[in-house]
């Protein structure tokens, strides 16, 4: 036993008592309130400042509170003791805080407090108090509907448990709703405990309790484990969401406090939300708002007539939309915002909000909108009152947008351009046929079967990557002659690092003096009968090559140009013609094997033979054939006789003056214009009118350009899907009905599109034509392309750089092997196509002649041009 307890009492009237031997224990302080007595572990104290008394009893121990009920019998005559009104306990079982998830946020959850409201003590009681004391609660009993409400704002506890079994003592809804009507309620689990239901007795409605503001009811148990198993319950279900749901205040006042307008909506589009920068940004009040379609507010009439489609279209089906967008303000006025919207899931995965996030464009910060300090917003509550007065500081007559959003650093305002670009970004891509196609393919997918769903994810995810026309090769990747073409022809290499990274050396030594005119004379009978025959697809190129001492070009070019008017087209003289054609051949390498002026004419020879073809004669102009003809011509002037990728790899001053892109095409078309524009004497451009020359001169680029094999897929596809389908579409149709129209696929082949297409594909297939020559010739060609590939990995073995075309060893590799691979994967398909168009019968037939040529030579495994003697 300690000693006897020493008592004080405060000025405010306050009664303590604590055990002298355990002084400095604050859990053993027992607090005295509204009563003139009280029994305090058996010692019987009265005080005369009983109407000063806060109404707070704690019992902090569990001996107190266990001793409370032999303290009350002790005094049963009750004249002296009044009960006291509220008690609280500070459980002894240790009980951590829980951390919580919510969403992104790691909430921290202090213990749970519990409330008991009950007039009388009883078992019912105490058996919630010693389930609060198992589940580490902090537990307060209150006994009147004023003290329990006093104890609740002041606490603020998360569970309550009502006594509603004896209505004599206190209305139970009625506590329910004076507990309700105060706003920390919101967050509070409040449990109804009900008397049993007697045998026959029917079960009460809910309703009145619901109605009166209880969230459950419980039957009355006094079991402590029935006690502790619904307690437990309330924490981890609706308190734990309460909990979360306290957490979202801060969210709100992060909306409330935030620079950028903010709109939420509901799944069907009814506004549920809006922040106080949307009000200044668009001059509404909430309550003008709220509640509101966005259907019924007034759109602007600067948006494209398709983009609300465009728009719900993306956000219906899940996914962020980000873009420009015109907005109308309470005034009238049209601003222009980027938008950016956010589906919101929820249950069932449906959308159930879509979230706005709005800034005004930096180019609508020019038309300042005025927000006057004195401005009301109509239905606001004292969180925006409050939220109006932090703003005094805002200048008398109005502000700037721009100065709200970007206030006291530069940082924001470039995050406001960064913002700008990628919203212009997404704006433009919506503009896109490609992003057409996709919008269209996901509507389609909406209505359509599983399997078609899925079908249509994979064309999605094909038409979203940047390759659509480079083939896989698939079975072919077995070969090491296709595989070692395709790197060689259609990458522009890899770099290796090494001593010899940096290749300073220039391949091309570009002939930059002007080669003179000869006086004109007549041409030498032989050349002249060789060039009789020039319109024909057997004109033996190499005869004429060996006839003009390797500069067939300017020969071969006068007469074709000639027969094509291509002086009286560019206003200019034979003599200047035929000074530019000595310009172009004396720059073509007469050292290559292949890449040389004789190369030169015979795609030149090529071109005016397509040119002469019906179906293509009636799809171009005559700036159109002119422009091929140069091209023809030009397409690969100074050439050093090496591949893109030999010059990546080498680093070579091309290369890096072309960024590794194109390199040689682009030299090509740049070099030829120099030339041309060089000296008065050979350009034969110079009487042209501008707005012509500028036509001829892209028209001249974009087919040399279409020569560089890594758009090679591209540029044969394409055409196949613009030119060759609908026509085959409309020949088809036609063939099936009376009275066809003959004309029909006019509209197809002389469109600006498809004439280009055509073009390039006219120059492509010259400059590959080399298998569907005749098969004297094809040898050749195949034997002097072959040569070039040897030289480049001589030089490139010593060089110490990588072999992009392995293969291409001239004492490994076999000739018959890579002529196969080639028209195999580069000639079948596009003259396919282009015989389709311009009807070439007879070069396929030497294409089909040759192929089977270099196939008998693989069988017999001849890896030489021609077989030996002995087979």
Not at 370 to 375: A, L, N, T, Y
Not at 678 to 695: A, L, S, W
Not at 707 to 724: D, G, L, P, Q, W
Request: aromatic content about 6%; hydrophobic content about 35%; some cysteine.
């Amino acid at each position: 036993m300690g000693c006897a307890p020493s008592i004080h009492v405060s000025q405010s009237g306050v009664i303590y008592c604590r055990d002298s031997d355990e002084s400095n224990s604050p859990h053993q302080t027992t607090t005295i309130s509204q009563g003139t007595a009280a029994t305090l572990h058996g010692l019987f104290i009265k005080t005369d400042a009983a109407d000063n008394i806060p109404s707070v009893l704690a019992y902090q121990s569990r001996h107190t509170r266990t001793n409370s009920r032999r303290d009350r019998r002790d005094n049963s005559g009750g004249q002296c003791c009044i009960e006291a009104e509220t008690q609280t306990s500070h459980t002894s079982v240790k009980v951590s805080a829980t951390e919580v998830h919510f969403g992104p946020m790691k909430l921290t959850q202090e213990p749970v407090q519990v409330l008991l409201i009950f007039a009388k003590e009883d078992s019912q009681s105490d058996g919630f108090w010693w389930a609060c004391e198992r589940a580490g609660y902090r537990c307060s009993v209150a006994r009147t509907p004023e003290s329990a409400l006093e104890c609740f704002l002041d606490k603020q506890h998360e569970i309550i448990v009502i006594d509603a079994r004896h209505a004599r003592y206190f209305d139970a809804e009625a506590v329910c709703r004076s507990i309700r009507a105060t706003k920390p309620s919101e967050h509070t689990v409040i449990l109804a405990v009900v008397p049993q239901i007697q045998p026959g007795q029917e079960e009460s409605s809910v309703l009145p309790l619901l109605n009166a503001g209880f969230n459950r009811r419980f039957f009355e148990n006094s079991s402590t484990t029935t006690c502790y198993n619904e307690l437990i319950q309330l924490e981890h279900g609706e308190v734990r969401s309460l909990f979360k749901l306290r957490a979202c205040n801060s969210v709100f006042i992060a909306l409330e406090h935030c620079q950028e307008a903010v709109e939420i909506t509901s799944e069907d589009h009814i506004i549920q939300y809006v922040n106080p920068a949307f009000e200044r940004m668009m001059g509404y009040c909430k309550g003008e708002l709220i509640g509101k379609e966005l259907t019924v507010l007034p759109k602007s009439d600067k948006n494209r007539a398709d983009l609300l489609d465009t728009i719900n279209m993306c956000i219906k089906k899940g996914k962020e939309w980000q873009g420009m967008y015109y907005a109308r303000r309470k005034s009238g006025d049209s601003i222009q915002q980027h938008v950016k919207i956010t589906p919101v899931m929820g249950q069932g995965g449906k959308i159930r909000h879509f979230v706005s996030i709005k800034r005004l464009c930096s180019d609508n910060n020019k038309q300042v909108y005025k927000i006057h300090r004195d401005e009301k917003y109509c239905g606001e509550n004292s969180q925006t009152e409050s939220l109006s007065s932090r703003h005094k500081d805002r200048r008398k007559e109005s502000i700037d947008v721009k100065s709200i959003t970007s206030r006291g650093s530069d940082a924001p305002s470039l995050q406001n351009r960064r913002y700008s670009s990628m919203a212009k970004i997404h704006s433009m891509t919506i503009e896109a046929p490609i992003t057409k196609v996709i919008n269209i393919i996901n509507a389609a997918q909406e209505n359509s079967p599983v399997t078609v769903a899925e079908a249509l994810d994979r064309v999605l995810e094909i038409l979203r990557t940047t390759e659509l026309y480079s083939p896989q090769l698939g079975s072919k990747d077995d070969d090491p002659h296709t595989s070692d073409l395709v790197g060689g022809l259609m990458t522009d290499g890899l770099r290796k690092p090494s001593g010899n990274d940096i290749f300073s050396k220039n391949v091309t030594q570009i002939q930059s003096h002007l080669v003179m005119p000869t006086t004109p004379n007549d041409i030498p009978p032989r050349i002249a009968q060789l060039l009789n025959n020039e319109e024909m697809w057997d004109f033996n190129i190499l005869d004429l090559e060996a006839a003009t001492n390797k500069r067939p070009l300017t020969y071969l070019g006068l007469k074709i140009f000639a027969r094509f008017g291509v002086c009286e087209f560019l206003n200019c003289t034979e003599a200047t013609l035929k000074s530019w054609l000595q310009v172009i051949e004396a720059n073509y390498h007469a050292s290559n094997s292949y890449h040389n002026s004789t190369h030169a004419a015979d795609v030149l020879h090529a071109t005016a033979y397509f040119l002469q073809k019906e179906r293509v004669k009636g799809s171009l102009d005559q700036l159109d054939e002119v422009a091929a003809l140069i091209a023809a011509t030009v397409h690969d002037v100074d050439h050093p006789g090496r591949t893109n990728s030999f010059l990546c790899n080498a680093g070579s001053e091309l290369a890096v003056l072309y960024n590794d892109m194109a390199v040689l095409e682009s030299h090509h078309a740049a070099l030829a214009f120099q030339l041309t524009t060089r000296d008065r004497q050979c350009n034969v451009f110079i009487n042209m009118e501008r707005t012509q020359y500028r036509t001829l001169r892209q028209a001249i680029i974009d087919m040399v350009l279409a020569t560089e094999m890594t758009k090679h897929f591209e540029h044969v596809n394409k055409f196949v899907n613009s030119i060759n389908k609908p026509i085959a579409a409309i020949e088809e149709t036609s063939s099936n009905s009376e009275g066809c129209d003959c004309e029909c696929p006019a509209s197809i082949k002389n469109s600006p599109e498809n004439r280009l297409l055509i073009k390039r594909m006219l120059i492509k297939c010259a400059d590959v034509a080399n298998p569907c020559r005749p098969l004297e010739l094809c040898i050749e060609w195949a034997g002097r392309i072959s040569e070039e590939y040897f030289a480049q990995t001589d030089e490139e073995k010593r060089q110490g750089l990588p072999v992009v075309m392995p293969v291409f060893d001239r004492n490994t590799c076999s000739i018959p092997k890579s002529q196969i691979s080639f028209i195999d994967y580069f000639i079948t398909d596009m003259f396919d196509a282009w015989d389709a168009f311009a009807n070439l019968p007879g070069l396929m037939q030497h294409l089909a002649e040759n192929h089977k040529y270099w196939k008998a030579l693989d069988e017999m495994k001849c890896k030489s041009l021609r077989p030996p003697p002995d087979l």
